[in-house]
């Protein structure tokens, strides 16, 4: 069973980025296709992106292209997202979960979730 | 870019059944996905596809989808089920979120 765990809270100032960790138990990471999905406060969920297997690389949401970079390392089975030029709207948790499917029914989900980080950024 | 629609908020006497609709045309292609979220956790699927629930969803959360609608529908609702429901869905390589429904157990 796969287990993922996060690294913990951060404190950003504007301008500066931010690399969350992802520690992937129970599989190798290269068996799984991991997504980040971030939650600003009282706010709903926001798909930011993650490894697609169908199309054979990592896609991310247009509205963090050019500012978000997911990576993975294989010694360590552990997964990265960093996120650049961070403002107060950047203010949020993000989570980590593992991307499942069955694309010849028209099935896609996301299970586990990691238990999320806080990354404020304030001045 | 495809947008799910989602009510806000419903509520549901103990003991009855309550449904959740998404709505969006992504639908039409794709089965939603469901996520519960409670205060202050991560969010827990709890139905995907036609109808399948992840081992440990008690079987009164059921799923069904017509056109542009998916539902979840809690039948026999208990106290623990009152959390934020959000639906998912795939548009074409890309996924999106509504925006979530806030289900009361009165």
């Known amino acids: 069973q796969v287990q993922l765990v996060q690294s913990g809270a951060e404190v950003k100032k504007p301008g500066a980025s931010v690399k969350v960790t992802c520690k992937v138990s129970?599989?190798?990471?290269?068996?799984?296709?991991i997504h980040w999905v971030r939650q600003a406060p009282g706010k709903g969920l926001e798909w930011m992106g993650g490894?697609?297997?169908?199309?054979?690389?990592?896609i991310y949401a247009q509205k963090f292209q050019g500012r978000v970079t997911m990576t993975e390392d294989t010694s360590t089975d552990t997964v990265y997202m960093e996120l650049s030029s961070l403002t107060s709207e950047d203010t949020a948790v993000y989570y980590c979960t593992k991307w499942g499917a069955i694309p010849t029914v028209g099935t896609w989900w996301f299970d586990p979730w990691g238990q999320g980080t806080l990354v404020t950024v304030s001045s | 870019s495809s947008e799910l629609t989602q009510d806000p908020a419903v509520s549901v006497a103990l003991g009855q059944t309550v449904r959740i609709t998404c709505q969006g045309d992504s639908l039409r292609s794709y089965y939603a996905s469901w996520y519960q979220q409670k205060p202050g956790q991560a969010p827990v699927l709890v139905m995907y596809g036609k109808n399948n629930r992840p081992s440990g969803i008690p079987d009164r959360f059921s799923g069904s989808s017509s056109g542009n609608t998916a539902s979840l529908t809690i039948t026999g609702a208990q106290a623990e089920d009152e959390a934020v429901y959000y639906c998912n869905s795939r548009d074409s390589s890309l996924y999106v979120f509504a925006t979530g429904t806030k289900v009361t157990v009165l």
């Open positions: 129970g599989y190798i990471v290269t068996e799984l296709s």
């Open positions: 490894y697609d297997p169908e199309e054979g690389e990592t």
